[in-house]
């Protein structure tokens, strides 16, 4: 079965970085387009950004660009969201989730998601 | 952008009941429309793409319909595990993928 397990999450002050992992099994990985979703607390969820199946593209949410960093390995099945220059409104439970259709040169919907993992920015 | 907007905010309906949820676009998405549902503490889960399509493992009593602006997810008999947290997200305007601000289902 598909599942996908996110780590790095944490505490950081404004301005600082963290990077987020997303381990995938269960799917051949290198097959499908990734997301990163992400959802502040008691609010609704936003898309954050994608990755084509084999890293080739890469798209972003207008809030995030140029901050953020989205990249995977295939060898190893990972997913990873690199967050620089945080601010408060980075604030969320950030999900990964896997695109719905195989090999896609853009994304699909989000047809399995990971249990997130909390970004608090504060300081 | 293309804004979604969902109605209602929050629907108190009983077991059994029939439950109707819309979501209304700025713009037309054609048929480009998914529902999702959250529960308390979890992901999301997809029920519905592309409009009317149920996704893998989703009971045959969700069903969705609609193309353009207006779209209606259907819940034909609510279970206790059916009350939730209901979102629309269109993917028309690839890569502005944007969600609606929600529904709750709540066990009137």
């Known amino acids: 079965q598909v599942q996908l397990v996110e780590s790095g999450g944490g505490v950081v002050q404004p301005g600082g970085s963290l990077r987020l992992s997303c381990a995938a099994s269960g799917f051949t990985f290198s097959s499908y387009g990734m997301h990163w979703v992400r959802q502040a607390p008691g609010k609704g969820l936003e898309w954050v950004a994608f990755?084509?199946?084999?890293?080739?593209?890469?798209y972003y949410a207008d809030s995030v660009k140029g901050r953020f960093t989205i990249s995977r390995d295939n060898s190893k099945n990972t997913l990873y969201l690199q967050m620089n220059s945080l601010r408060a409104e980075d604030t969320a439970v950030y999900y990964c989730?896997?695109?719905?259709?195989?090999?896609?040169?853009?994304?699909?919907?989000?047809?399995?998601w990971g249990q997130g993992t909390l970004v608090t920015v504060s300081s | 952008e293309i804004v979604l907007t969902q109605s209602p905010a929050t629907l108190s309906l009983s077991p059994g009941e029939r439950a109707t949820l819309s979501c209304r676009a700025s713009q037309s998405v054609s048929s480009y429309l998914a529902w999702y549902q959250q529960k308390p503490g979890q992901a999301p889960r997809l029920l519905i793409y592309?409009?009317?399509n149920r996704a893998t493992g989703i009971p045959a009593r969700f069903s969705g319909s609609g193309s353009g602006t207006d779209f209606t997810l259907t819940i034909s008999s609510l279970e206790p595990e059916d009350f939730a947290v209901y979102y629309c997200?269109?993917?028309?305007?690839?890569?502005?993928?944007?969600f609606g601000q929600g529904t709750k289902l709540e066990i009137k």
């Open positions: 997200q269109q993917r028309s305007n690839w890569p502005s993928y944007t």
């Open positions: 989730a896997k695109d719905l259709s195989v090999g896609r040169s853009y994304g699909d919907y989000f047809d399995y």
């Open positions: 990755i084509r199946y084999d890293g080739s593209n890469k």
């Open positions: 592309d409009a009317s």
